[in-house]
């Protein structure tokens, strides 16, 4: 989507030396336009805000903006709720001009004030560039620099993967603290930790699925990370397998997050390595698709299992993770489609029985295939004859083990203890409704069935069993009932505001070139 819509064409005509991008999913509100990043506010002297991550306190601060504050929230993004506690902070100085320590003073008092996980890059018209991070760290964004040829003068990046600092040329990747603030003028780069005193815990989530393994986060490498989830999920694999006594011949992944710890996994069980899956790389993620029937649809249109390497075989399938089971139950199916013997299958992630509140957009706790569920049910609902998880500690060890100053993880959807200290029982109920209205609003209608103009039903039984003319009417309704239902959706939740477009691409990129410092 960025590489259609940014083209060289499109860059040419950008102009000026600052700028913010993002190409985030929103995981508050909805996915209508009008929420769309960057936000813009013109008072007080001009912000232009994006946002990766998610509040926990917005109905307050909703309630502080419009009885104190005066400041008119157009759209249910929390995001646009940061930019105008920011803009009112700077406003609270009453100045004409201002200054470096003023901003440190604004997102100071923002830490305070705004509870949960966030990383922001922010752009102050005619002054500069900011970049924040909670002061737990939950969500992550670096900085980088690139010398210009001929000068003395840097260019300045802030990005939430050191993976677009490599791409652009820029180099001394590092990462911003938890709790810090960065400015950077035309004269100067200023930095402080604000709220120096809270525990950094970056979400565990990162290097299990959503960070590009080429990156580097909190200093660990996410393709090294991978790989020692891979060998110690081959321990608790092998030891499972001898309780069982069942044989496998061979380890498939499932692309293309889990390939490292695949393939690591079979070297250390010394099992032959296999690529039994092709991806179709023109189909969306299904983790972020909006409907569970759309979900298990894509599934298919992404995935192609090769008979080859699973007929006849106990295959040892391992993905990164397993949330609501969808996916996992479709993979597993086509495995036997084509003549699995016996299908285990392994995750690199421990059980992940509860709502993610920092940024994740996980379903409630009832959607997840591993709540209130044992291993041995859990194959039940997927229809595996084995399903095998990640331990705790050996995930965190998989990470830890490459920085030691790593002491503390979020590991909230596996442990459901949230580490900012402030979620209780009504917040998660609340959270889960939200989730299930926006849920219901992107699911097709399901009942009552009207027929295109021109559409007739025939008896013409297939070998199968099924009936054709009637199948493919069914089908061609089933993809215009969810088009028809997204573009109400958006409709309901759009406001006067700018209609930016969203873009449905896990994980924030917000990249920015400061030029002639």
Not at 142 to 169: H, N, P, T, W
Not at 249 to 273: C, E, H, M, W
């Amino acid at each position: 989507m960025v590489r259609d819509v940014f083209d060289k064409k499109a860059i040419s005509r950008l102009v000026g030396s600052m700028g913010i991008g993002h190409v985030r999913y929103p995981t508050a509100g909805s996915s209508a336009h009008a929420e769309a990043q960057p936000f813009y506010v013109n008072s007080p002297y001009g912000i232009v805000f994006a946002h990766n991550g998610n509040l926990t306190n917005t109905r307050e601060l909703k309630q502080y903006l419009d009885v104190d504050a005066h400041r008119h929230i157009n759209t249910d993004s929390d995001s646009e709720l940061l930019l105008n506690i920011f803009a009112n902070n700077l406003q609270k100085t009453g100045k004409f001009r201002i200054n470096e320590e003023d901003i440190f003073t604004a997102i100071k008092d923002l830490m305070h004030e705004c509870k949960g996980g966030y990383a922001c890059v922010a752009m102050l018209a005619g002054f500069g560039i900011i970049a924040f991070r909670d002061p737990c760290g939950i969500r992550p964004v670096g900085m980088a620099v690139r010398d210009i040829s001929g000068s003395k003068e840097k260019d300045y990046l802030f990005a939430s993967e050191s993976v677009v600092a490599d791409a652009a040329g820029f180099t001394h990747w590092e990462d911003v603290r938890a709790g810090e603030a960065i400015i950077i003028t035309r004269t100067s780069v200023s930095r402080r930790v604000l709220v120096p005193d809270k525990t950094f815990a970056p979400d565990i989530f990162e290097w299990v699925y959503f960070a590009r393994p080429d990156s580097v986060l909190d200093g660990v490498s996410v393709y090294r990370s991978r790989m020692a989830m891979g060998d110690l999920l081959a321990e608790e694999v092998r030891r499972v397998l001898e309780t069982k006594q069942i044989e496998v011949d061979v380890v498939i992944p499932v692309p293309d997050t889990s390939r490292v710890a695949a393939l690591n996994l079979a070297q250390k069980l010394g099992l032959p390595y296999r690529e039994g899956f092709v991806k179709n790389r023109y189909v969306d993620r299904t983790f972020i698709m909006p409907g569970q029937q759309m979900r298990r649809k894509n599934v298919r249109r992404k995935l192609n299992a090769m008979a080859l390497e699973f007929s006849g075989k106990s295959v040892l399938i391992v993905d990164d993770s397993i949330v609501r089971g969808t996916t996992s139950k479709e993979i597993i199916q086509m495995a036997k489609d084509v003549g699995a013997r016996n299908v285990i299958f392994a995750s690199c992630a421990p059980p992940i029985r509860y709502c993610n509140v920092y940024g994740i957009d996980m379903p409630s706790r009832q959607d997840l295939v591993a709540y209130h569920r044992t291993p041995s049910q859990i194959a039940d609902a997927l229809g595996a004859d084995l399903v095998i998880y990640q331990t705790l500690q050996d995930l965190v060890n998989s990470v830890q083990q490459f920085n030691p100053k790593l002491r503390n993880f979020d590991c909230s959807v596996f442990t459901g203890e949230y580490v900012t200290g402030d979620i209780n029982e009504p917040y998660l109920a609340w959270i889960e409704a939200s989730r299930s209205e926006k849920l219901r609003l992107s699911e097709p209608p399901s009942s009552g069935v009207t027929l295109p103009a021109g559409s007739t039903l025939t008896n013409s039984i297939r070998p199968n069993g099924t009936i054709g003319n009637l199948t493919a009417t069914m089908k061609m309704l089933s993809v215009e009932e969810e088009e028809e239902a997204m573009r109400k959706r958006e409709l309901m939740a759009s406001c006067s505001g700018p209609m930016n477009g969203a873009d449905d691409i896990i994980g924030l990129h917000n990249t920015f070139k400061v030029g002639s410092m």
